[in-house]
């Protein structure tokens, strides 16, 4: 094993640059910290450890560099074996010491024990380490207990707006009535066909093709393989119905129901294990209803990673352009690290509330349009009754296309496009 492991990492070594498209997440180099990607398979961790190999070559011998991919089928590593890496490196290059290298392991995750090997080089080999992981519970919790104060974490997700554009090299020049159309050209796909970065320049029937592989993969090797789970076909009714839910409250009791009455036999603990697993390996992410009592239980909106699986595995999701856009911007909330949660009252809902220090500093309202009377009564009823609730003076509302300034009941309600939302710099450091 060590001969092939030698031949894997030689080869990397003569490898050219690699040829990626730079993402916005730039990681740091020389922290003395472990960083740690962690996201949903393909949405581009690996590419983000290329470049920054790209970055560090600039400056150092490559020879320095060594990077491992545990998802290498010709491997079965565990613990014990994890040292051979080390050893057939230290063989290769007996010159170079250890304390100057750069160690990249992808997918480390994959290894029973991995944290404590990483610790253990940590602490005793060298400081610049960079592990990914696809199990978010499975990396925090071990980072949690073996790793704590060493590392600083990044969650990774598809592509963003802008990074969605980069990828087809359209300029954006929000004043540029070209650039404009194209922009809301893109918009549109954007939310119909998700934002894994390696669907982005591929036909329709070749991309759905590539998300349904991704969903395959993610249930047979993360979920089945992982978590030793049997129903196989459960697990597949409820994962469409998790899928079907995005952006609405799930309820696991009605898919229990759903499926005894298809004659499924499952009981409702392993569907609420189900919907943790489905989280922790970043399929789709649920959101708590904002309480200021800690202890209290609320129930959970779902949402998926890319609105891309909905479309490709779901009848007509995209129908509803509305639910594509309260997804995306749920997902470039996250992407700025934002701590967010939904507000319900026994009258109406926001669709979101930002959260700093434990106060609520800002509320947003999701819509397509507001031609109506009747949905621009809704949409601001929810908006002023949760700007009410937590002593703000303003809100914002994103809409498709329709920009302007409102004010309702001492509350001002700011309306942005959806493009502007995603786009503008000045609102994402807002």
Same mark, same amino acid.
């Given at each position: 094993?060590?001969?092939?492991?030698?031949?894997?990492?030689?080869?990397?070594?003569?490898?050219?640059?690699?040829?990626?498209?730079?993402?916005?997440?730039?990681?740091?180099?020389?922290?003395?910290?472990?960083?740690?990607?962690?996201?949903?398979?393909?949405?581009?961790?690996?590419?983000?450890?290329?470049?920054?190999?790209?970055?560090?070559?600039?400056?150092?011998?490559?020879?320095?560099?060594?990077?491992?991919?545990?998802?290498?089928?010709?491997?079965?590593?565990?613990?014990?074996?994890?040292?051979?890496?080390?050893?057939?490196?230290?063989?290769?290059?007996?010159?170079?010491?250890?304390?100057?290298?750069?160690?990249?392991?992808?997918?480390?995750?994959?290894?029973?024990?991995?944290?404590?090997?990483?610790?253990?080089?940590?602490?005793?080999?060298?400081?610049?380490?960079?592990?990914?992981? %696809?199990? %978010?519970?499975?990396?925090?919790?071990?980072?949690?207990?073996?790793?704590?104060?060493?590392?600083?974490?990044?969650?990774?997700?598809?592509?963003?707006?802008?990074?969605?554009?980069?990828?087809?090299?359209?300029?954006?020049?929000?004043?540029?009535?070209?650039?404009?159309?194209?922009?809301?050209?893109?918009?549109?796909?954007?939310?119909?066909?998700?934002?894994?970065?390696?669907?982005?320049?591929?036909?329709?029937?070749?991309?759905?093709?590539?998300?349904?592989?991704?969903?395959?993969?993610?249930?047979?090797?993360?979920?089945?393989?992982?978590?030793?789970?049997?129903?196989?076909?459960?697990?597949?009714?409820?994962?469409?119905?998790?899928?079907?839910?995005?952006?609405?409250?799930?309820?696991?009791?009605?898919?229990?129901?759903?499926?005894?009455?298809?004659?499924?036999?499952?009981?409702?603990?392993?569907?609420?294990?189900?919907?943790?697993?489905?989280?922790?390996?970043?399929?789709?992410?649920?959101?708590?209803?904002?309480?200021?009592?800690? %202890?209290?239980?609320?129930?959970?909106?779902?949402? %998926?990673?890319?609105?891309?699986?909905?479309?490709?595995?779901?009848?007509?999701?995209?129908?509803?352009?509305?639910?594509?856009?309260?997804?995306?911007?749920?997902?470039?909330?996250?992407?700025?690290?934002?701590?967010?949660?939904?507000?319900?009252?026994?009258?109406?809902?926001?669709?979101?509330?930002?959260?700093?220090?434990?106060?609520?500093?800002?509320?947003?309202?999701?819509?397509?349009?507001?031609?109506?009377?009747?949905?621009?009564?809704?949409?601001?009823?929810?908006?002023?009754?949760?700007?009410?609730?937590?002593?703000?003076?303003?809100?914002?509302?994103?809409?498709?296309?329709?920009?302007?300034?409102?004010?309702?009941?001492?509350?001002?309600?700011?309306?942005?496009?959806?493009?502007?939302?995603?786009?503008?710099?000045?609102?994402?450091?807002?």
């Amino acid at each position: 094993m060590k001969k092939k492991i030698k031949q894997i990492i030689r080869d990397f070594h003569l490898q050219k640059p690699f040829e990626v498209h730079s993402r916005e997440l730039q990681l740091p180099i020389n922290t003395q910290k472990i960083i740690t990607l962690m996201g949903v398979r393909r949405c581009g961790k690996t590419s983000i450890l290329y470049e920054t190999i790209n970055r560090l070559t600039e400056t150092i011998d490559k020879k320095r560099i060594l990077f491992f991919n545990f998802e290498d089928e010709r491997f079965e590593l565990n613990q014990e074996s994890l040292d051979l890496i080390l050893q057939a490196y230290m063989e290769l290059y007996p010159e170079i010491e250890m304390k100057d290298t750069y160690l990249f392991f992808d997918e480390i995750q994959n290894v029973d024990g991995w944290e404590k090997f990483v610790r253990r080089v940590y602490d005793g080999v060298s400081k610049n380490i960079f592990i990914t992981g %696809s199990n %978010s519970k499975l990396l925090s919790r071990d980072i949690a207990t073996s790793l704590r104060g060493r590392t600083i974490t990044y969650e990774v997700f598809p592509l963003s707006f802008s990074e969605y554009l980069a990828f087809e090299n359209i300029e954006v020049d929000l004043y540029s009535t070209k650039s404009l159309a194209l922009i809301n050209n893109r918009l549109e796909k954007f939310l119909q066909n998700g934002a894994f970065p390696e669907t982005v320049l591929f036909d329709e029937k070749l991309r759905e093709k590539i998300l349904q592989d991704y969903f395959n993969v993610m249930i047979y090797k993360d979920l089945i393989e992982r978590f030793s789970i049997k129903n196989i076909e459960a697990l597949k009714f409820f994962l469409k119905r998790i899928l079907a839910s995005s952006t609405k409250l799930v309820s696991v009791n009605k898919i229990y129901n759903d499926l005894k009455s298809s004659g499924f036999k499952i009981g409702k603990n392993s569907l609420y294990e189900y919907l943790g697993y489905v989280e922790d390996i970043y399929l789709s992410l649920t959101l708590d209803r904002y309480s200021h009592k800690i %202890s209290i239980q609320t129930d959970k909106k779902v949402y %998926s990673i890319d609105i891309g699986f909905n479309n490709t595995l779901l009848y007509k999701f995209s129908d509803n352009i509305g639910k594509s856009m309260e997804n995306a911007v749920f997902l470039e909330l996250r992407r700025r690290e934002k701590e967010i949660y939904y507000h319900t009252d026994r009258t109406s809902e926001c669709d979101f509330v930002v959260v700093e220090k434990g106060t609520v500093v800002q509320a947003i309202q999701v819509t397509y349009e507001m031609d109506s009377e009747k949905t621009r009564d809704r949409e601001f009823k929810g908006l002023v009754n949760a700007c009410k609730e937590y002593n703000l003076d303003r809100g914002l509302i994103i809409a498709y296309e329709e920009e302007g300034i409102f004010e309702q009941d001492g509350v001002s309600i700011e309306v942005i496009s959806l493009v502007s939302f995603l786009l503008d710099d000045k609102l994402r450091n807002h």
